[in-house]
């Protein structure tokens, strides 16, 4: 089974730099994605990690550690556009079958001015 | 390209009703994918496909069904609609990444 653990809710500042954790526990892994998620609308992807180390795309990087099952997400130079939900997800190597993600319940992020 | 598209946006049921959620994509993918999102709980995986004719259950697929007989079309389907059946179901198809169709808000009272 899999098990993703992301804090529930964070608030931070216009301008500012926040740090998104997610971790995770998988019988096998192929992949941690990040998607944002704005109030009644559908995920969109950012970020996807496969090997150890930093991802930057941007305002947005993402970190990986696949020996401590850890990955963080981090914004820079906050913009209040940013206020959503972060979902962490993980995608499987199973032993047999096809993989499919399994997602995180999301930290929902508050940027204030 | 439309990406993936869902109908209906809303829809209310009574208990026992039944009904299709439609589910397309312009992309040529063979993945897809029906998730239900319920408020705080994060996305479910209900059913998948690999491919046209091949579908798999996921985390939660009681109280639905799917087919998949194009490579473009994924109905959901719910045959005896329930109250833990109210949520936000979205459909996914995946060439590199997952790509969310807008989603199908849904009430069972």
């Known amino acids: 089974g899999q098990n993703i653990d992301q804090p529930t809710e964070m608030t931070a500042t216009e301008g500012a730099i926040v740090q998104i954790n997610c971790t995770y526990q998988?019988?096998?892994?192929?992949?941690l994605f990040w998607y944002q998620q704005h109030a009644g609308e559908a995920p969109t992807f950012l970020s996807y990690?496969?090997?150890?180390g930093l991802e930057e795309k941007g305002r947005f990087s993402s970190f990986l550690s696949r020996s401590k099952g850890y990955s963080y997400l981090l914004l820079k130079e906050l913009q209040m556009k940013d206020s959503a939900s972060y979902l962490c997800?993980?995608?499987?190597?199973?032993?047999?079958?096809?993989?499919?993600?399994?997602f995180g319940k999301g930290t929902m992020l508050l940027v204030s001015p | 390209n439309a990406g993936v598209t869902q109908t209906p946006k809303f829809r209310i049921l009574k208990i026992g009703q039944s009904m299709t959620l439609q589910c397309a994509q312009d992309?040529?993918?063979?993945?897809m994918y029906w998730y239900r999102q319920d408020p705080g709980m994060g996305l479910k995986l209900i059913y998948y496909?690999?491919?046209?004719?091949?579908?798999d259950k996921g985390e939660v697929p009681n109280g639905y069904n799917v087919s998949r007989s194009t490579t473009e079309d994924f109905p959901l389907r719910l045959e005896l609609a329930a109250p833990s059946q109210t949520s936000v179901y979205f459909c996914a198809s995946k060439g590199e990444r997952q790509y969310f169709g807008p989603g199908t808000r849904l009430t069972v009272t």
């Open positions: 998988t019988s096998g892994f192929n992949g």
């Open positions: 990690n496969v090997l150890d």
């Open positions: 997800a993980v995608r499987a190597a199973p032993n047999s079958g096809y993989s499919t993600l399994t």
């Open positions: 992309m040529n993918h063979n993945y």
């Open positions: 496909s690999v491919g046209a004719g091949i579908t």
